[in-house]
């Protein structure tokens, strides 16, 4: 049975700062329908990876394929073109705006004729669409009509989320989704990233919580020093596995393991 090809792949990424290599070889890949968690201790080029694979960074060498092609200008506006979303920790939320216009931020529908070429926006049509992603994920907001900054955090969060979910084709990254949320809010993050995951959009947890990993991921890649030390099943590890992988306390077999 041919293995399925991965959404994006990333294939010996090098970045360096300066004197500081941040990336040294870094290998990756995301599957459609999956969660895989990006683990590392601090320092291990986590988020100069994701950065990367977003377009936010252009590696110094290595390769990005999407569908299994590469992508040689690869940047920020073309990853969104290409259908890759993401989610940072300060979720990029316009606050005095409410939870629609954050869904359309940038990309608001314009009524038809005369009205749509002077700029006048079809607001009926985007709080349909909205209404019908919110439904659809499980996001549940009373109102809205009310601006983000009256929210709570888990709200503010099911927001940032939808909007991503709204636009991705392909895969999300979600940088830290459920940091200083309640047990409560996090557990619903966690299940709408799993709706998410349901869709068949590929989705990347950046996350220090491990037991938020190791209940809502199907896949785990470890970053060590800038590279991919070992590819991990979560069904077949344990958390301690997991950590010493990412310390060095045990040895990895070069960016894979047997498990997946």
Same mark, same amino acid.
């Given at each position: 049975?041919?293995?399925?090809?991965?959404?994006?792949?990333?294939?010996?990424?090098?970045?360096?700062?300066?004197?500081? %290599?941040?990336? &040294?070889?870094? *290998?990756?890949?995301?599957?459609?329908?999956?969660?895989?968690?990006?683990?590392?201790?601090?320092? /291990?080029?986590?988020?100069?990876?994701?950065k990367?694979?977003?377009?936010?960074?252009?590696?110094?060498?290595?390769?990005?394929?999407?569908?299994?092609?590469?992508? &040689?200008?690869?940047? /920020?506006?073309?990853? =969104? %073109?290409?259908? !890759? $979303?993401?989610?940072? %920790?300060?979720?990029?939320?316009?606050?005095?705006?409410?939870?629609?216009?954050?869904?359309?931020l940038?990309?608001?529908?314009l009524?038809?004729?005369?009205?749509? =070429?002077?700029?006048?926006?079809?607001?009926?049509?985007?709080?349909?669409?909205?209404? #019908?992603?919110? #439904?659809?994920l499980?996001? &549940? !907001?009373? *109102?809205?009509?009310?601006?983000?900054? #009256?929210?709570?955090?888990g709200?503010?969060?099911?927001?940032?989320?939808?909007?991503?979910?709204?636009?991705?084709?392909?895969?999300?990254?979600?940088? $830290?989704?459920?940091?200083?949320?309640?047990?409560? %809010?996090?557990?619903?993050?966690?299940?709408? !990233?799993?709706?998410?995951?349901?869709?068949?959009?590929?989705?990347?947890? !950046?996350?220090?919580?491990m037991?938020?990993?190791?209940?809502?991921?199907?896949?785990?890649?470890?970053?060590?020093?800038?590279?991919?030390?070992? =590819?991990?099943?979560? =069904?077949?590890?344990k958390?301690?596995?997991?950590?010493?992988?990412?310390?060095?306390? #045990?040895?990895?077999t070069?960016?894979?393991?047997?498990?997946?």
């Amino acid at each position: 049975m041919q293995e399925p090809m991965p959404l994006l792949e990333a294939k010996g990424l090098v970045k360096s700062f300066g004197k500081v %290599q941040a990336l &040294r070889g870094a *290998d990756f890949s995301v599957y459609a329908g999956e969660i895989v968690a990006l683990v590392g201790d601090n320092g /291990a080029g986590k988020s100069t990876l994701v950065k990367t694979l977003s377009g936010v960074f252009a590696p110094d060498a290595g390769s990005i394929l999407v569908d299994g092609v590469e992508v &040689r200008d690869f940047h /920020a506006v073309s990853a =969104r %073109q290409l259908g !890759i $979303e993401t989610v940072y %920790q300060d979720l990029a939320l316009a606050p005095t705006l409410d939870p629609v216009a954050n869904l359309f931020l940038g990309r608001e529908l314009l009524r038809g004729g005369i009205l749509g =070429r002077f700029g006048f926006l079809d607001k009926r049509s985007m709080r349909a669409h909205a209404e #019908t992603k919110f #439904t659809e994920l499980g996001v &549940r !907001i009373q *109102d809205l009509g009310s601006p983000i900054s #009256t929210m709570s955090g888990g709200q503010r969060q099911g927001v940032a989320v939808s909007r991503a979910a709204a636009w991705a084709s392909k895969i999300i990254f979600l940088d $830290e989704p459920t940091a200083a949320l309640g047990v409560v %809010q996090t557990r619903s993050v966690l299940d709408l !990233i799993r709706k998410v995951r349901d869709t068949g959009v590929g989705v990347v947890l !950046i996350s220090h919580s491990m037991p938020d990993v190791m209940t809502v991921s199907d896949r785990i890649e470890v970053m060590r020093l800038g590279r991919r030390v070992a =590819r991990m099943a979560t =069904r077949n590890v344990k958390a301690e596995e997991v950590v010493a992988a990412m310390t060095g306390a #045990t040895p990895t077999t070069g960016g894979t393991n047997d498990e997946i």
